[in-house]
Nanobody
């Protein structure tokens, strides 16, 4: 399953942005869905995920309290709400059916670029 991320853009430090993850063939409610990012010159990094079944969420420490992952079942979408954005959040963001461990992702779908800059 290769999920598609969208919604990126340019935002000022302290601003907010909402990303969406979707797929045309699979019902995302049945999957654990994770958000990942790849900053320029760096490896992929897990950001957080929402667990199938109980919808519990996990986040890395650097985004806790700022990022929120949730489902919009009617739109077959998993969203990533990002608040209080920092320049170090600048990256291409991806979603995948894994949680936090990018080495487990077999293939990356299209990502979306988030640039935090004044």
């Amino acid at each position: 399953v290769q999920l598609q991320a969208s919604g990126g853009g340019l935002v000022q430090p302290g601003g907010s942005l909402n990303l969406s993850c979707t797929d045309s063939s699979y019902i995302l409610d049945y999957y654990t869905v994770g958000w990942f990012r790849q900053a320029p010159g760096k490896e992929h990094e897990g950001v957080g995920c929402i667990i199938r079944g109980n919808d519990n969420t996990l986040y890395i420490d650097s985004v806790k309290g700022r990022f929120t992952i949730g489902r919009d079942s009617a739109k077959n979408t998993v969203f990533l709400r990002m608040n209080s954005l920092k320049p170090e959040d600048t990256a291409v963001y991806y979603c995948a059916t894994e949680c936090l461990w990018p080495d487990l992702v077999k293939a990356w779908g299209p990502g979306t670029l988030v640039t935090v800059s004044s």
